[in-house]
């Protein structure tokens, strides 16, 4: 039964066409592979640049664009030997700034100033426990009473890490405010 259900889709799933036909889609596959392996013809010609109108200049141009390479090469140490023109060696990208470096006297490095913070609880005033117990439980959600309190009774603490420097003040403000002493490190 599974044989015959698949000889079915199989059948089913081939497009009808007939052998000469122009709907054959193997014949205009095959026409289009055809036009995209012509080999294409040679881009033409840069146009050519403003000509001159010295015939001296007309001249030259038309005589070196006759040259070969190894009659160029030839060319240009001629004319380099003639015209006394020095080689100049062209420092390359990675090489410039090393040299740079080597002539100048070392510049003092700034130290960088730290963006990232770790908020840690020293202490606190003891009227203050139970703002600076509530202030931790809801700094850290997952924390129950009881976690707050033992965390707040085990100081020196990290409260929180890696806060940006906008974020460790504005907390370190508000547990100043409450009587903490914080540090940020």
């Not at 026409?31 to 013809?41: D, F, G, I, M």
């Amino acid at each position: 039964m599974a044989s015959r259900c698949s000889s079915l889709l199989r059948a089913s799933a081939r497009p009808n066409f007939v052998a000469g036909s122009s709907r054959n889609p193997l014949s205009s596959r095959w026409l289009a592979t055809a036009t995209q392996a012509a080999p294409k013809a040679a881009p033409p010609p840069p146009p050519p640049g403003k000509p001159s109108n010295d015939a001296t200049v007309s001249r030259l141009v038309d005589d070196i664009s006759g040259l070969t390479l190894l009659q160029a090469a030839d060319l240009v140490t001629h004319l380099k030997s003639r015209l006394n023109i020095q080689e100049i060696a062209m420092p390359t990208a990675a090489a410039a700034p090393v040299a740079a470096l080597a002539s100048d006297e070392p510049a003092p490095e700034k130290p960088k100033e730290k963006t990232v913070f770790n908020v840690k609880l020293e202490s606190f005033e003891a009227g203050a426990k139970p703002k600076i117990i509530r202030e931790v439980k809801a700094l850290v959600p997952n924390l129950t009473l009881i976690d707050a309190k033992k965390f707040v009774e085990s100081l020196p603490k990290v409260l929180k890490e890696n806060l940006p420097k906008e974020e460790a003040e504005k907390l370190q403000k508000t547990f100043e405010a409450l009587g903490a002493v914080i540090k940020l490190d």
